[in-house]
């Protein structure tokens, strides 16, 4: 099993910067890919960014690349998502999700974060 705990949301202006963080307890959590996700109001789930078990590959979607940077710390079983230049369509609950590194899919899901992007 793996434990996500992100934080790290809030309210912030448009233009503004927000940092989420996802904590990771259980198993050797540099064996998984890391990746966030975000779902608005009456809106399916979206794949935001994903970083490798090692660091080494980011995947961004359009909507965010050249505004979000996602990186990891594997020593503080950490993943970052620092969000640049928000938008009021960039509102959403953050989720932060495991994927082991020879797995297809995301197994474990944290419970999310609230970001609100006022205009």
């Known amino acids: 099993q793996v434990q996500l705990v992100e934080s790290g949301g809030g309210l912030v202006q448009a233009g503004g910067s927000l940092r989420l963080s996802c904590a990771a307890s259980g198993r050797t959590f540099s064996s998984y890919a890391m990746g966030w996700f975000r779902q608005a109001p009456g809106k399916e789930r979206e794949f935001v960014a994903a970083i490798s078990w090692s660091g080494d590959n980011t995947y961004y979607a359009d909507s965010v690349k050249g505004r979000f940077t996602i990186s990891r710390d594997n020593a503080k079983n950490t993943v970052y998502l620092q969000m640049n230049s928000l938008k009021p369509e960039d509102t959403a609950v953050y989720y932060c999700?495991?994927?082991?590194?020879?797995?297809?899919?995301?197994?474990?899901w944290g419970q999310g974060t609230q970001v609100t992007v006022s205009s």
């Open positions: 999700a495991a994927r082991y590194k020879y797995s297809a899919s995301y197994a474990y």
